[in-house]
């Protein structure tokens, strides 16, 4: 099954019936949220609320791995990640959706894996994850593709279809926030190359990917970055246009929900062959 990540505003599925509410506790705490199961035109997901129902969590302080081991435990394989993010690149106008294709991690104090050799946490759990955690072996997963091509395909083909306004690809910078990005480092992370830039992106799909999860992230430009707007940023601004897409939001997930195939065949469950030091 799938797990849905709600960012900010996106506090529940538009056009999504809610079937059932689970409280799970994971060896990494309490996820930021109950996870839902809801479902549209007979399919159905898991859905979890990144930053809690009433926004509880600031970016720097989300259970992200609480968050993906809740979500392995239900036996999730695919992520789709919704996110707000601001515009680096000057061809992004607020509105636009971004299938973002690469990564670069400007965050300072997160943790970002689950795999800290001796000092892993113990896991219950006969899978090939759980027994790397109980062996406390080293592993260093591929970041070379880390959103799941098969998933971004199908993505910008719902896109497309429902001619919303959208990049078919782009570089997400994460931030470690709470605060907004300064010009200078807005003009930094142009430089750099990113296009996008928002502060929960990593180690999100790090860790997804260190699951063997697929990963999938809509980002959704809620404004231009700092410097570039020529205005003073605001929360309020980035909710208030997440809000207006809710509706758009939902519609794309269950579209995307009917158009993806049920068999992986991708290779993103394959993500640990060779990755454990031994
Ligand atoms: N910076 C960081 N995160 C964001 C932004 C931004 O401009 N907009 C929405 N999330």
Not at 8 to 31: A, C, D, M, Q
Not at 82 to 101: E, Y
Request: proline content about 5%; aromatic content about 8%; some cysteine.
């Amino acid at each position: 099954m799938i797990g849905v990540i709600g960012g900010s505003g996106i506090y529940r599925l538009e056009g999504f019936e809610v079937l059932e509410r689970l409280s799970i506790r994971t060896p990494f705490g309490e996820p930021s949220s109950d996870i839902l199961v809801a479902q549209s035109e007979g399919k159905k997901l898991f859905f979890i609320s990144r930053h809690g129902e009433g926004h509880l969590y600031p970016p720097h302080l989300v259970p992200y791995r609480a968050n993906l081991w809740a979500f392995k435990e239900l036996g999730v394989k695919r992520v789709f990640a919704v996110s707000a993010v601001g515009a680096v690149n000057k061809r992004f106008n607020a509105g636009d959706f971004v299938v973002v294709d690469d990564l670069i991690d400007l965050t300072k104090n997160r943790k970002d894996t689950f795999y800290e050799g001796k000092f892993s946490l113990p896991v219950e759990g006969e899978d090939k994850v759980s027994r790397l955690l109980k062996e406390g072996k080293v592993v260093h997963v591929d970041a070379s593709q880390l959103y799941c091509p098969h998933m971004r395909g199908v993505l910008i083909e719902v896109l497309e279809e429902m001619k919303l306004p959208y990049h078919t690809s782009g570089t997400y910078v994460c931030t470690e926030g709470p605060r907004f990005e300064t010009p200078a480092e807005i003009k930094m992370i142009e430089r750099l190359g990113g296009d996008v830039v928002g502060m929960t992106g990593y180690p999100e799909v790090v860790l997804a990917r260190e699951l063997t999860m697929c990963y999938v992230s809509l980002c959704l430009v809620a404004n231009p970055a700092a410097g570039i707007a020529g205005y003073r940023l605001t929360s309020e601004e980035v909710i208030n246009l997440m809000k207006q897409k809710e509706q758009d939001v939902g519609k794309v997930i269950a579209q995307f929900l009917k158009l993806l195939p049920e068999d992986r065949t991708c290779g993103c469950e394959n993500i640990l062959e060779g990755a454990e030091v031994s």
